[in-house]
Structure formats: C-alpha cells, structure tokens
C-alpha cells in the first residue's frame, strides 16, 4: 500500500543505506536516496521500482548546507516527509602522527557536521507536520575513540550528542529522534576483503554463519524504531551479532 509519506535516506550507500531504502519502499513510502555520486543510485531506484516500489536518487554531498536543504525540501514536496536517516560514513584509520588536519576536518564535515545539517533541516520540515522520526547511524566509535580513530570517534561521538541534543529538545514535540550503535562488521564484500587481507583465507574460513551483521537485519531495527509507540520511545539501540565481544 503506497502511503502519502516520504523517507529520505542520506547516506545511501550499497549496503546498510541500500537495505534501509529498500525496507521503508516494501512498506510504501517514497524514497529518496543521496549520495555522493548519483550512478550509484540506480541499481537502488531500479530494485526497488522493479519491486513496485517508488525511489528517487539524487546526487548529494551531506557536508554542503544548500544540497541538504534542497535535497530534503524536494522530498517534502514529493510527500510530507516523515523519516530522516542519516547513514553517512567517514570510517578512516590513521595513526595520530598521520593524522593531517585536513583528515580530521574531513571526517568531522562528513561524520558529525552533515548530521547536525540533516537533523536541523529534518526538523525544519517536520514540525509543521506535527511528527516525524530521524534517525542516525551510529557505530562502536561513537562510544570510545580506538587506535587509529581519533578523527572518526571524536566525529561519531559528536554525532552522538547532536542526536541526543535533538531528541530531548525534539521528543516533546513528537518527533522521535534516535542513534544507533552498529557494534559490529556487516556482512559486505568490503569487509571480508578487509578480513582477508589481515588473516589470509584461513580467517575467512573461521567466519560463522551470522558473524557478521546482515545489512537486511540493521534496516530492520530502523524500521521497528520508526514504528514505536511514542510512550516508550527508544533513543540508542546497540545492535550487534551474538558472537561479538562487547
């Protein structure tokens, strides 16, 4: 059933973005998915409209004020928008020595500024409405900085305080705002080449049916966040497989 609602994916990436676009298509929102680069979406758009579902890519790059702006204001005007997801990444590992300070600027743009932009206009848009969710990808770093990530755990935990900044000031006005801590590797290519690359195919072997996370199994956490009742709203959910130490 088509509804009359927007979800705009931010951060529309091949795997965890790709699965939370194509989650809220099968349940009849109008997508709309950004990325850097805007030929990458169209495997997306054509899945999911293949699927009888409805997408939009546009190219955007989250760090600039105007494309957020207007990539979510289009969204808007396509259908009220209701759910906000920012995913972008920036996950680099650089020695502190290494770290220049055009790295740290970078990784801080696009991993804590473009989600203050993204939650600031989300916001924006959805008060009229009188509701709405957003949501924010998360990850280990968000929570303590590790050797060789001082610019992605320091911009992951600002993300962090941004998204609990908004939700306290937000929730009161029903819009749910909520981070998730992705504590695990996902099940992609780009992780098992990383895998290999360290181990050899002897650790690839050793890897364990549901080891890794499945990007289907993350998109539906996003989904159920959106669906919660609003007198028992979560605000940080930690996701990870059973077999990751914690």
Known sequence: MQ?????????????IGTAIAKRFAAEGYL????????????PLKQAIEAAGGRCEGRALDARKEDDITAFLAEADAAAPLEVCIFNAGANVNFP?????????RKVWEMACYAGFLTARE????????????ILFTGATASLRGGVGYAAFASAKAGLRA???????????????VAHLVIDAGVDTAFVRERI???GGE??????EPDQLMNPESVANAYWMLHNQ??????????????REPW
Request: aromatic content about 8%; cysteine-free.
């Open 3 to 15: 509804r009359n609602a927007s979800v705009a994916v931010i951060g529309a990436g091949d795997f």
């Open 31 to 42: 997508v709309f998915a950004g990325r850097r680069t805007a030929d990458k979406l169209v």
């Open 96 to 104: 502190l020595l290494d770290t220049t300070e055009r790295v740290f």
């Open 122 to 133: 989300a916001a924006r848009l959805m008060l009229p409405h009188g509701r709405g969710t």
């Open 162 to 176: 941004v998204a609990q900044s908004a939700a306290r000031e937000l929730g009161p006005k029903n819009i749910h």
């Open 196 to 198: 290999k690359a360290r």
């Open 202 to 207: 002897a650790a690839l072997a050793k890897i």
């Open 229 to 242: 009742a609003r007198d028992g709203w979560t605000f940080e959910l930690d996701l990870r497989p059973y």
